[in-house]
């Protein structure tokens, strides 16, 4: 028989399989939705904008919660900062479950400490949150190393000596370098080749997953999986990192002394040898590969585009960097390294840092969550393992909170006398059992780099501030700005 028409009957039988799969018996009653095809699920009402789009036009017509078929799999929508709130705060344990994203799947395997469930997850979010806190995450060791790397930032822009550069990869050095410091216990030289490759696979793999490919790939990925595309390239960058932290595990089981343990791994090897004798630890290789793989890519990734939006946006609102500068002469001066205690008497550059993160909506469906049992929710009966979507871009748009959701205005955090206005919308960390636990770091990193910058530079671009493009490169699990020039001159 020929090879196309193996193939073909091949195609046919999957297909055939699918279908019979892709529709079990529904138990409970599930939010309403428009009606499913077969297999194909809602992919009638996808819009070519992606599924930030399409979920947006869905809920016109059905309300704050509502479901949409993903291919053949039913996945229930949270629209709007009280939708959210009351399933991720109010039922937090029900909601605490991690759904998958498709194009990382096949890497995560419900290991590590993002993508992980059940008692796995929890030992290693406590293990996590426990040794972050021992190497200085909210400490004030963790500030000082910002403060170093702040200031190795400002060395790096003065060669620039105003010139116009892409601040893509040295934005991703800083942030890289802060988690390095505690997972891998060093920090890199901005040119050594090992840590610049790793940053680009990192970059790469942002970009790829936030394609729209990967979006039409989560519809139809048991199928696709199969077929060349953007998800083979983001396995194999991600394994290309998992070799790299591979090797690093072996140098520190080799070096490690159980009396001083440096970082996060050699706490975890400790941890490993101390259970060893237990059939059923959590602590084993692939949990620790894992686990320094999601510290590694969220702890770089998030922060550094956070701050390349940030950058942008000061391009484009000049006065609201000017602002930002006056404020800090005003506190800081020109002569002492910003410290975070100075935020508190900083409203105004607090409130920028907020709305950039607002604006810039880095992670707009949220990372995907399933309720951990029959679930009952605004009337209806989620059954367990029930995916949910976040829309945390809905609440972040919110226009019960803000006033102009669409523009980036600093406003929407200060009150009438200057002071600082926090809002029950801003959730760019998530919210509940499942917030990301770098968000104090992160927090730290953003107001200590941002203030530093700002300090030592004026910023500026060869395109004038109306012609700037705050549109994204990429915008679906993640957001990606456009490439940009930016001239850092002293002042």
């Known amino acids: 028989m020929e090879p196309s028409v193996l193939l073909l009957l091949a195609l046919l039988v999957g297909f055939v399989l699918l279908l019979v799969r892709g529709h079990p018996k529904a138990r409970g009653h599930l939010p309403p939705g428009p009606r499913p ?6 992919l009638l009402q996808m819009d070519r904008g992606g599924l930030l789009n399409s979920f947006m036009r869905i809920r016109e017509k059905y309300g704050d919660v509502f479901t949409v078929h993903l291919g053949p799999r039913p996945v229930v929508m949270l629209y709007g900062t009280e939708a959210i709130r009351e399933a991720l705060v109010d039922q937090a344990e029900a909601f605490s479950g991690r759904g998958t994203i498709a194009v990382v799947e096949p890497t995560f395997r419900d290991c590590g400490v993002i993508f992980s469930n059940g008692e796995r997850w929890k030992v290693l979010r406590r293990f996590s949150l426990a040794t972050m806190r021992d190497f200085g995450m909210g400490k004030r060791s963790v500030e000082e190393r910002i403060q170093e790397e702040a200031q190795c930032l400002v060395e790096e822009f003065r060669k620039s000596q105003g010139a116009p550069l892409d601040p893509t990869f040295l934005f991703q050095c800083i942030t890289a370098n802060i988690i390095c410091s505690i997972v891998f216990g060093e920090r890199f030289d901005y040119k050594d080749r090992q840590f610049l490759r790793l940053l680009y696979l990192f970059y790469q793999s942002f970009s790829l997953i936030s394609s729209f490919s990967s979006q039409v790939f989560e519809l139809f990925s048991g199928f696709l999986k199969y077929f060349p595309g953007g998800h083979r390239q983001i396995s194999r960058n991600l394994q290309e990192i998992l070799d790299y932290i591979g090797q690093s595990v072996e140098k520190h089981r080799a070096t490690l002394d159980p009396s001083h343990p440096r970082d996060f791994i050699d706490t975890y090897l400790l941890r490993m040898e101390k259970e060893k004798s237990n059939q059923h630890t959590e602590f084993h290789h692939e949990n620790l590969m894992i686990s320094v793989l999601s510290l590694f890519f969220a702890g770089t990734e998030t922060t550094s585009t956070t701050l390349r939006y940030g950058f942008l946006l000061m391009l484009k609102y000049p006065h609201v960097a000017e602002k930002v500068q006056k404020e800090i002469d005003q506190v800081i001066g020109s002569h002492r390294l910003p410290t975070l205690d100075d935020r508190h008497k900083m409203p105004y550059t607090d409130a920028v840092i907020y709305e950039i ?104 671009s060869p395109v004038a501030p109306k012609d700037i493009d705050l549109s994204p490169k990429e915008s679906g699990f993640g957001k990606v700005p456009q490439t940009y020039q930016i001239c850092f001159l002293a002042r």
Not at 37 to 42: A, H, K
Not at 415 to 440: H, Q, V
């Open 37 to 42: 095809l077969p297999l194909l699920g809602n």
């Open 357 to 460: 993160q607002r604006f810039s909506d880095l992670v707009p469906i949220g990372v995907p969550h399933k309720v951990t049992k029959d679930t009952f929710f605004r009337g209806y009966l989620l059954p367990k393992n029930t995916e949910v979507y976040p829309i945390l871009s809905s609440a972040l748009h919110d226009p019960q909170y803000f006033e102009q959701p669409d523009a980036f205005n600093p406003d929407h955090f200060l009150d009438a006398n200057g002071a600082l206005k926090k809002s029950e919308a801003f959730m760019p960390f998530s919210l509940g059992k499942r917030i990301c636990l770098g968000e104090g770091i992160a927090r730290s990193e953003l107001f200590l780099f941002f203030t530093t910058i700002l300090q030592n530079f004026s910023v500026s």
